[in-house]
């Protein structure tokens, strides 16, 4: 029996190793230095289908966020793609994306350009469907994603930010800490400048945005959130606001859902609000439809899969 748990180990060191294939010697421009790996889903695609780029937080790699945040799972079941950045301890050493960084927030300069040159692979050698691209991050991962909607705003669909911040809210290391701390509640105007930095003449539109953040999140401050909501309102004509607690287990932290909404009636803001909840995922471990995802340092049991409520938001999932 000792044998075979043993030669178990040897060929399989992580169950969901195999999940992951690394694609990271097929970026040929890779300014950032990032590794990346993809996830495709078990049943093979007879048509075009969604793709959702994940990013992970600081001290993470992309194998800890696939099974703590259960995108993988979901991939398999609603049959999308899913691609990890991840980071190298060579550009950061708790491998935390550089999104303070002025270079990394800049088109086509250093980890941003590495990240849509993986996004460029993903579409020419799988069969994606370039209008149902999304992007999905976590602390750091979730301040890069931001950095990525702003700089290539009609690549992505919609973006979920998990205790994230306004794009460039800072543009230094040393800024990085303060402001996650306590942001700097910028005025309209700055915040809108700051969005349209990379082209002050763009006339498409900004991705879709959700928002999920903790009020009792001592890494990112909830603040952080409403700030990159008030950037986030410059770049739509939001006509309604409306709020309701979202429903969910009898565990949960209070969760109250807040959609803004344009003429159209499309929420193209959603903010989750989670009462009393600190700087992890939200999962909800367990077997069920709606269940999924793993605890870990930095991913807890709410009795709520916030994980299947964006593939929902996304449509993803019915």
């Known amino acids: 029996m000792k044998t075979t748990v043993l030669i178990s180990l040897l060929l399989f060191p992580f169950a969901g190793s195999s999940q992951l294939t690394d694609i990271t010697a097929n970026i040929i421009q890779n300014p950032g230095n990032l590794n990346a790996f993809i996830h495709e889903p078990v049943t093979k695609p007879t048509k075009k289908i969604p793709l959702v780029l994940v990013l992970h937080g600081c001290n993470q790699d992309a194998m800890e966020i696939s099974t703590g945040s259960g995108w993988n799972m979901l991939a398999d079941s609603l049959n999308f793609l899913v691609l990890y950045p991840e980071q190298k301890s060579a550009n950061n050493m708790i491998r935390c994306f550089n999104w303070f960084s002025k270079d990394d927030q800049e088109k086509d300069k250093g980890e941003i350009a590495s990240i849509h040159e993986m996004v460029k692979y993903a579409v020419s050698h799988y069969s994606i469907d370039t209008s149902k ?186």
């Open 133 to 318: 691209i999304f992007i999905y991050g976590a602390s750091a991962g979730a301040a890069m994603s931001v950095n990525y909607m702003a700089c290539y705003p009609s690549t992505i669909k919609s973006g979920a930010i998990l205790a994230g911040t306004a794009y460039k809210q800072v543009e230094s290391v040393g800024k990085s800490f303060s402001e996650m701390k306590q942001p700097t509640m910028f005025d309209e105007a700055n915040l809108r400048k700051k969005l349209y930095s990379q082209d002050s003449l763009y006339k498409g539109e900004f991705p879709q945005l959700i928002v999920i953040h903790g009020t009792e999140d001592k890494v990112v401050q909830y603040g952080n959130g409403e700030v990159l909501v008030k950037q986030w309102k410059t770049a739509f004509n939001v006509t309604s606001e409306s709020m309701k607690q979202v429903v969910a287990g009898a565990t949960t932290p209070t969760i109250m859902r807040t959609d803004y909404k344009d003429a159209k009636g499309r929420s193209v803001i959603i903010l989750y609000k989670a009462n009393k909840w600190g700087h992890y995922l939200m999962i909800d471990p367990g077997p069920g439809p709606k269940q999924g995802g793993e605890v870990s340092k930095h991913a807890k049991d709410g009795d709520f899969f916030s994980t299947f409520q964006i593939a929902k938001d996304w449509n993803l999932a019915k």
